[in-house]
């Protein structure tokens, strides 16, 4: 069937307007305008860039005779630095109560032995670090993660409820938002207890409350930065440094099945670090 | 480039905290200066976390048929450089030759730096490339 004028005319206005929307994310994402959605927040949605710590090699293919070498892009990787605009203060380490001071050390030390994470287990919240993607609604944040236990998700709703009391502790916890002029603040409680809040054998208790921030710079990148408390086994709240975070074009990827059965093996205690 | 956005590039920061290779380092279990060949016959390719599994029957000296099991990088690094298990698993049922880093325990068990194809293409991880490279 042979499309009406009418059809006609609404397809290419559809057209149009999609080349606008692109033409105006671009422009808005380069320009120094901070992208914003029709309620007027900062708009987060959006494809981070995957900030996995991946060995920084590369590998080497025989093709036909023909060499290809291609390397592990680490471009969105850079140094700590304290000018990231909008970052509240932070220190290199928490503070244990000194009760604990021990079981930190020898968490740390036996770390390939007793990290959840290296065995496949969920990192929780704020190990799993910032989303991969962040759907924006009205009512509620939507981010997603790609992870080797699986690849999680949680939604943060934003309607000013409390927090779920009654829910049962989980390792992504029970998670409230609300806006702090441009910044989403994250609040999230009720976790399960076997989880580290870091690598350095951060352990922590029930009583983890962990706040994440997040904002745009004015070139639209994102900024994750976490500040942890735990009145079960820390002095005070503690604020790790800020995470300055790419715009990534990088699908999503469904992560492969976790098997490890290395812990037996081991003769040593070395270990990667993920930062 | 303006000088805001030069600014921005300049002060970007360390991502956030990793966690697909917190993990033992590839020395507690094998050891990384022997670095040996074995020709054999793979059977089986698993692209799992944390790291991909490569299974290979090499025929051992008195002719026996020993079973052994190779890990590598994690998965998403692999894809990451370009390479997907289906170039890999082209090697099962084909005879190649691998080169491997021994568990020091003394098991079947290997760390795969290298996988050479009966039709002489071959997948290489970085490191040894990577000295090539900077040789003047």
């Given amino acids: ?275 | 480039m303006n000088n805001r956005i030069l600014t921005v590039s300049l002060i970007f920061v360390l991502l956030v905290p990793g966690l697909l290779v917190a993990h033992h380092s590839p020395s507690a279990i094998f050891d990384m200066k022997m670095r040996v060949p074995l020709k054999g016959s793979v059977t089986k390719v698993d692209w799992i976390n944390p790291h991909i599994v490569v299974y290979m029957d090499v025929k051992g000296d008195d002719g026996k048929v020993e079973n052994w099991k190779f890990e590598s990088n994690p998965p998403r690094w692999f894809t990451k450089v370009g390479v997907t298990r289906a170039d890999i698993a082209e090697a099962i049922g084909q005879t190649v030759t691998v080169e491997i880093v021994k568990a020091i325990d003394g098991s079947k068990y290997g760390y795969l730096q290298k996988i050479t194809f009966e039709n002489g293409n071959s997948i290489a991880l970085g490191n040894a490339s990577e000295k090539e490279e900077a040789k003047p």
């Fill in chain 1, 1 to 275: 069937m042979k499309p009406t004028l009418v059809t006609r005319t609404v397809m290419l206005t559809a057209a149009v307007l999609v080349v606008f929307l692109s033409v105006t994310l671009v422009y808005s994402q380069t320009s120094g305008k901070t992208r914003r959605t029709a309620d007027g927040h900062p708009d987060l949605s959006g494809t981070w860039a995957f900030g996995i710590d991946l060995p920084p090699t590369g590998v080497t293919k025989v093709v036909d005779g023909q060499v290809i070498r291609s390397r592990v892009d680490q471009s969105a990787r850079h140094a700590i630095n304290n000018d990231v605009p909008g970052a509240l203060p932070w220190t290199k380490a928490p503070s244990y109560k000194p009760e604990f001071q021990e079981k930190v050390k020898h968490l740390e030390a036996n770390e390939s032995k007793l990290d959840g994470v290296f065995y496949c287990g969920r990192p929780g919240v704020p190990r799993i670090g910032s989303p991969r993607k962040i759907v924006q609604l009205p009512n509620e944040m939507i981010f997603l993660y790609e992870d080797i236990s699986g690849d999680p998700y949680r939604i943060i709703p934003m309607d000013g409820r409390k927090h779920n009391t009654k829910a049962n502790p989980s390792y992504y916890g029970d998670a409230v938002g609300h806006w702090e002029k441009d910044i989403l603040v994250v609040d999230t409680t009720n976790f399960v207890e076997d989880t580290w809040f870091g690598e350095d054998g951060y352990f922590h208790s029930g009583k983890l409350h962990v706040i994440e921030r997040l904002w745009l710079t004015p070139d639209n990148n994102l900024v994750y930065q976490v500040t942890v408390d735990d009145p079960g086994v820390l002095t005070g709240p503690w604020t790790n440094f800020p995470h300055l975070i790419k715009p990534s074009t990088e699908l999503l990827e469904e992560s492969p099945p976790c098997k490890d059965d290395d812990g037996s093996r081991l003769l040593n205690l070395d270990h990667h670090l993920q930062r």
